[in-house]
């Protein structure tokens, strides 16, 4: 038995004189041989895949190398635009504090308004009570026109007798021959209303 056949993965018990088993050998050799030159091709395969990602590793640092430039660039902006916006903050910061102090007036006159609309409040809530009053006190149209329908009736009968008497004593007077019959026609004509026959 020879050392090296059980790594080939060959059968230890094969003699030599047997050439069945020596044919078996053969193939197995060959078998071992196409392994071996197809691991040949996979590690050339890799050799040059492993060629093409150093070459894609140096594109990658020169780009990197590049972004590092461009952040450094970046860097001194940033710096030179700091003084910029520590100035923009600070004149924002005044603006603000003296709109701060305007709110301030602000708020102490809206508190002076405020004051006043609880007087006006006040003076509106008794307003309401006194109009609450009259209305319950005011007449209505029909009641008033009721009144003043029998105030008129009241003022028409006044008007008739007060009539009544000025026609006797036209009357009167025309017979006694102080006003002459014309006279008394004249003054008969002059009655505010109409005679009721």
């Known amino acids: ?36 030159d197809g691991l040949v091709t996979t590690v050339g395969d890799l050799t040059q ?13 020169q780009r990197v190398d590049g972004l ?14 700091t003084e910029s916006i520590e100035d ?6 005044e603006g603000f504090d003296a709109v701060d102090k305007r709110f301030e007036v602000v708020d102490k ?3 002076d308004v405020d004051k006043r609309f609880d007087g006006i ?10 109009v609450g009053y009259l209305k319950s006190q005011m007449v209505t149209k029909e009641y008033l026109d009721d009144k003043l329908a029998d105030l008129w ?15 006797g004593v036209v009357s009167m ?10 006279d008394g026609r004249e003054l008969d004509a002059l009655r505010p209303l109409l005679p009721i026959s």
């Open 173 to 182: 007077l025309v017979k006694k021959t102080v006003f002459s019959i014309a």
């Open 88 to 93: 923009l903050a600070r004149m924002t910061k």
């Open 153 to 167: 009736g009241d003022v028409i009968v006044l008007f008739r007798k007060e009539d009544k008497r000025v026609s």
């Open 109 to 111: 006159r809206f508190e």
């Open 1 to 36: 038995m020879e050392v090296g056949t059980t790594f080939l993965g060959l059968d230890p018990g094969l003699r030599r004189d047997d050439k069945r088993k020596q044919s078996s050998m053969a193939e197995q050799t060959a078998t071992l041989d196409e392994k071996v």
């Open 121 to 130: 409040e006040k003076d509106v809530g008794s307003l309401k009570a006194d």
């Open 68 to 81: 590092v430039t461009t952040v450094g660039d970046l860097v001194v902006v940033v710096k030179g635009n």
């Open 49 to 61: 895949r492993v060629d093409g990602l150093v070459t894609t590793v140096g594109d990658l640092t």
